[in-house]
């Protein structure tokens, strides 16, 4: 399909930087799972020789778009996308020398043993091979921004008024640190799986084969896959390790979203500059825009992924008695909430290979605003125990244009030891940051 008639703009438009995950959550990508799930539960049902299993496990590992379009003929006339992998694997097995056991293939399983793992496994591996590595380069970009500007000084903004001086590197350490928190709760994150028959009871497989540890077998199985067995289910898995997944990323994309506004009120002030690019037009009228335009991408793409993210949040984990259909079709999107999550990544990767900070603006701002002196002044007086020292510099700078001229002046008129007075003196708005450069921490 001619990505100019996709319906979805990540079908089209963006469709040259999220089809890593195309792989993983396409329709065919599902087959392939789906086709995973019941080859390897084959080769532990029947323990297979070696060469079986590899011959089987290339079904699924070499697994073609002719593969594909012949599972969806058998859908067509099953009207039952997991009925149809079946019969494709059993259509094959009837060229094989195993092809009187082909019965074993779906034994005793319902739809949605297969579709929990798959499912499971399609988010869990587009996650570790593609989402988590560009969320890692993010990290790595703001942090080793924040180190090079990690004494830079900056105003800071409080309701938006002037306010105690920062860093820039501080500033974007505070990203890096709720970031890398949410990068290790998504490391460390364990999906569940299901694997026990029509109702959760393995009661297909006790009556037919009634020796068999089937709460074990699962269990081994389950764990086969890297996922952790949830042995006490209706139907269905249900969805909560999935909806715990969704949200770690969904809380990804609202901190993104916070930065993402940060920056472009750093662009707009004019502390952060963009660098141009040749032949790039920022406005189809006023030639002399470079507007933020990743950054509001990015922070576009967040809210979308989230909508989607929050509603298989919300939705997943609810199911009528022992299973309804409703999840089936939602579960089907969980790749287009990675998708714009993935997008968003990628927009702020792009936008801060732009970025560079503007000293001289950072100072002449730092410049305009002595009032923010007032704060260690009378916090020192505090010290010296001088009578009302907060009302007595809210009464000078409250609403009030201060200079160093003015400050100097009030300053000495305190008659303070010389040593504090000296210490005072040499405040400036450029050298009041505190420990800030200090919170940032050198890549490793």
């Known amino acids: 399909m001619d990505t100019l008639e996709a319906l979805s703009p990540l079908d089209g438009r963006y469709r040259d930087k999220i089809q890593e995950l195309a792989p993983f959550f396409s329709e065919m990508g599902l087959m392939q799972y789906r086709i995973k799930i019941e080859v390897e539960y084959f080769i532990t049902l029947k323990a297979l020789k070696p060469k079986d299993a590899a011959m089987l496990r290339s079904w699924y590992e070499e697994f073609s778009s002719e593969d594909a379009k012949r599972v969806k003929e058998m859908e067509s006339t099953t009207k039952h996308d997991v009925k149809a992998i079946e019969y494709f694997l059993k259509e094959k097995l009837e060229k094989t020398s195993l092809k009187k056991q082909s019965e074993f293939i779906h034994f005793a399983l319902t739809s949605e043993d297969v579709n929990n793992l798959a499912y499971s496994l399609m988010w869990q591996d587009a996650k570790r091979q593609v989402y988590r590595p560009a969320f890692q380069s993010v990290i790595k970009q703001l942090h080793e921004f924040a180190w090079a500007n990690r004494a830079q000084p900056m105003l800071a903004l409080t309701h938006g008024q002037s306010a105690t001086p920062t860093t820039v590197g501080k500033e974007f350490m505070v990203f890096v640190e709720r970031l890398q928190r949410q990068e290790n709760q998504l490391a460390k994150h364990k999906l569940l799986g299901k694997f026990s028959g029509a109702t959760g009871t393995w009661g297909a497989h006790s009556v037919a084969l009634p020796k068999t540890n089937w709460k074990a077998f699962s269990k081994k199985f389950i764990e086969s896959l890297d996922l952790e067995a949830n042995l006490v289910t209706t139907q269905i898995e249900p969805h909560d390790s999935l909806t715990e997944e969704y949200q770690i990323v969904s809380r990804i994309n609202i901190i993104l979203i916070d930065f993402c506004r940060d920056?472009?009120?750093?662009?707009?002030?004019?502390?952060?500059?963009?660098?141009?690019?040749?032949?790039?037009?920022?406005?189809?009228?006023?030639?002399?825009?470079?507007?933020?335009?990743?950054?509001?991408?990015?922070?576009?793409?967040?809210?979308?992924?989230?909508?989607?993210?929050?509603?298989?949040?919300?939705?997943?984990?609810?199911?009528?008695?022992?299973?309804?259909?409703?999840?089936?079709?939602?579960?089907?999107?969980?790749?287009?909430?990675?998708?714009?999550?993935?997008?968003?990544?990628?927009?702020?990767?792009?936008?801060?290979?732009?970025?560079?900070?503007?000293?001289?603006?950072?100072?002449?701002?730092?410049?305009?605003?002595?009032?923010?002196?007032?704060?260690?002044?009378?916090?020192?007086?505090?010290?010296?125990?001088?009578?009302?020292?907060?009302?007595?510099l809210k009464e000078l700078t409250r609403g009030e244009k201060i200079t160093k001229a003015s400050l100097r002046q009030f300053i000495l008129k305190l008659k303070l030891p010389k040593e504090e007075e000296k210490r005072l003196l040499n405040l400036s708005p450029m050298s009041y940051t505190g420990l800030s450069a200090s919170l940032v921490k050198k890549p490793s």
């Open 263 to 392: 920056m472009w009120m750093y662009i707009s002030r004019g502390i952060l500059a963009q660098q141009r690019k040749e032949g790039e037009v920022g406005s189809s009228a006023m030639p002399h825009k470079i507007n933020p335009i990743f950054f509001e991408n990015a922070e576009g793409n967040c809210g979308v992924a989230n909508a989607i993210l929050q509603h298989l949040a919300e939705k997943l984990p609810i199911s009528r008695m022992q299973r309804d259909l409703s999840d089936s079709t939602v579960l089907r999107n969980q790749g287009i909430g990675l998708g714009y999550s993935l997008l968003a990544l990628q927009s702020i990767l792009t936008a801060m290979g732009r970025i560079t900070i503007h000293p001289a603006n950072l100072e002449k701002e730092l410049n305009e605003h002595w009032e923010v002196l007032a704060e260690p002044i009378q916090t020192l007086l505090r010290v010296k125990g001088y009578e009302k020292p907060y009302e007595v």
